[in-house]
């Protein structure tokens, strides 16, 4: 099966899962409580168990130069698209004009980009997903607090970037390929099943979540251009610099599906904790998520 064909496939089964959770939240079965228990288990456990299973399935420390060159891709990306972001959106007002920025700069790598190129790619997709998941989550607590016109403190920036529970999963991953040492089948197996939820539980969520996003709120210029900027522009050059550059064959396609993925959620985790337009930010979200169920296929049709 083709790449095209196998995305394809993939994004119609993320469609389903977005619309059972939009179904349930509409039916009032997902209540804000029940919501924040299940984003506490995705985030706290499901993620980090997807982000740690391929390092316990036996990648080759040699694998790991590969990694740090995904790690650099996905920090040259978000710098070069900080750039346009500035470009394009400097003449917005304050409040929007950082949520735009910041929705040009990241991609959801971890509720979209994460399933979808476990589904695809299978353990090398994890694995070049979870350095670029280390190297992002890096940049968005740091550089996003400073786009906000915010200056966090050091110790604060560190914590909350050695906490991630995704870093910490890739920081245990690393100890194990480094040292040899394996855990218990039994709990590789607790692991690798709880990595199994990732796609179901993520994409149930975010559609309880979108299910509450009235259309209107859509159909804006600056949406429409975003839109076309995040999830067509920056993917398709994206992969012509990496071919360019020489960049191995699956991290290349790996990295341009992240590049093609929806905004990440931390724009409206962000916008709300620092002042921006939170309303704007869960607007984006809904948006791109819904088109790059048919762009990210077309986006591999480049392939």
């Not at 980090?48 to 040259?76: D, Q, R, T, Y």
């Not at 994409?203 to 076309?228: F, N, P, T, W, Y």
């Not at 610099?241 to 699956?250: K, Q, S, W, Y």
């Amino acid at each position: 099966m083709s790449v095209f064909a196998t995305m394809a496939e993939t994004q119609a089964l993320m469609f389903l899962y977005l619309l059972v959770g939009a179904i349930l939240s509409r039916g009032g079965y997902v209540r804000e409580e029940g919501r924040e228990g299940m984003i506490a288990l995705l985030i706290r456990v499901v993620m980090p168990c997807s982000v740690l299973s391929p390092f316990l399935s036996g990648i080759a420390p040699e694998h790991l130069s590969e990694g740090a060159m995904a790690m650099a891709i996905s920090a040259a990306y978000c710098l070069g698209s900080w750039g346009i972001g500035n470009l394009l959106w400097r003449r917005e007002p304050a409040g929007r004009r950082e949520v735009l920025i910041f929705s040009t700069m990241l991609p959801n790598l971890g509720n979209a980009g994460l399933p979808i190129n476990s589904l695809v790619f299978g353990a090398p997709g994890v694995f070049y997903t979870s350095m670029q998941m280390t190297s992002s989550t890096v940049i968005a607590w740091t550089a996003g607090p400073a786009i906000y016109g915010r200056r966090g403190k050091p110790a604060e920036i560190l914590r909350a970037v050695l906490l991630n529970p995704n870093v910490v999963a890739v920081f245990l991953g690393f100890f194990f390929i480094l040292t040899g040492l394996r855990l218990p089948g039994i709990v590789t197996r607790a692991v690798s099943g709880f990595a199994g939820m990732t796609a179901p539980l993520s994409m149930a969520l975010i559609g309880a979540a979108l299910s509450q996003v009235h259309v209107k709120e859509l159909l804006r210029a600056d949406l429409l251009l975003l839109c076309a900027v995040r999830l067509a522009v920056l993917p398709v050059a994206a992969m012509v610099i990496m071919r360019l550059l020489g960049v191995p064959e699956t991290l290349l396609r790996v990295s341009t599906v992240l590049v093609a993925m929806p905004v990440a959620n931390y724009t409206a985790i962000q916008a709300e904790m620092y002042g921006g337009d939170h309303h704007l930010a869960s607007a984006i979200i809904f948006l791109t998520t819904l088109l790059s169920l048919v762009t990210v296929p077309m986006i591999t049709l480049l392939f």
